[in-house]
């Protein structure tokens, strides 16, 4: 691959976007899948590859905007089956937050479940119903970053198929 060419330039710097973004799904530093949509973005903006590389980001988009309206709605549903209320998973947040700077690395999700057990500890005045809660709140964000890591990984490959293509 020659580097002082611009489009191999341009197709290096996407496929590092769309990879960093498909890891950050699951280190929740990185805006995941907005980072490997706009990948996608700037390939299909700059890049020589013909008609396709519209199709590609269509597909992109569809896919990002898809797997972030499920990502909220199926595992929102769930948390309201269950009886788990929004300001629980906000004290989860609150102290995911806070045990991000705090803890390196397992700060986050363990300030996370810890939130949301003292939250609803709090609420049921019970350690065991406030575990089960937790537990269905882990399990929501759980299918959630799933619903994410799916959505990033198809419009990784819809890239890649794309590129070859081109």
């Given at each position: 691959m020659d580097l002082t060419d611009t489009q191999s330039t341009l197709t290096l710097v996407c496929a590092l976007a769309i990879l960093i973004g498909?890891?950050?799904?699951?280190?929740?530093?990185v805006p995941g899948l907005v980072l490997s949509w706009a990948a996608v973005l700037v390939w299909a903006l700059f890049s020589d590859a013909g008609w396709g590389r519209w199709l590609v980001l269509f597909i992109a988009t569809f896919v990002a905007l898809?797997?972030?309206?499920a990502k909220?709605?199926?595992p929102g549903r769930r948390l309201k089956q269950s009886g788990v209320p929004n300001w629980s998973l906000v004290a989860g947040g609150l102290l995911g937050i806070v045990g991000f700077f705090v803890v390196p690395v397992v700060g986050l999700p363990l300030g996370f479940v810890l939130g949301i057990l003292l939250a609803e500890w709090v609420r049921q005045r019970d350690l065991k119903p406030a575990w089960a809660a937790t537990w269905h709140a882990v399990k929501a964000v759980g299918l959630s970053m799933l619903i994410e890591l799916a959505a990033a990984l198809i419009i990784a490959v819809t890239w890649v198929v794309g590129a070859m293509a081109a």
């Open positions: 498909t890891v950050g799904v699951v280190v929740p530093v898809a797997g972030t309206a909220y709605a199926w």
